[in-house]
């Protein structure tokens, strides 16, 4: 199963994909990777001033975005088979990102606080409260996924 084009030239999703999934230029991206690259990107972009508080966010949310982009590969490839194992494995995944994306979140909430002070504070300080935002709005799409699967 995967993303196949349009005779309009526009992507189409398979019908029981049951993922939220947006499509486009035949390329398939969930949700909660895309706001997981965010953190990702606007943690890299500060000057980190707290490698064990930013180093855990950046740890969690560049390794939760390559493991889900590897599901969804195997997921878009068929190596599912519609089995039932393929939910359990799926919404236990989702579920325990979703306990370490909130421990990344509060981190990152942490060291926004302490950077609201520092040198370069204005733009450090936006960047962060961005990084934070994204990291709870990450949180929030990885629990609604895991019992969106569950309770399917």
Sequence with gaps: MSCQDAPEGRSVLPEDTGLPMAAGASTCVCPWQLCGTWVWILVAATSVSFPLLQ???????????????????????????????????????????????????????????????????????????AASFFAFITTFLYILHAFSIYYQ
């Design 55 to 129: 180093g855990w966010v950046m740890y969690v949310s560049l390794s939760s975005c390559l493991v889900s982009l590897l599901l969804l590969l195997s997921y878009l490839f068929g190596f599912h088979k519609n089995s039932e194992n393929w939910k359990v494995l799926d919404s236990l995944y989702h579920g325990t990102t979703a306990i370490l994306y909130m421990s990344a979140a509060v981190l990152q909430a942490n060291a926004t606080i302490h950077s609201e002070f520092g040198p370069n504070s204005p733009l450090y300080y936006q960047l962060n409260c």
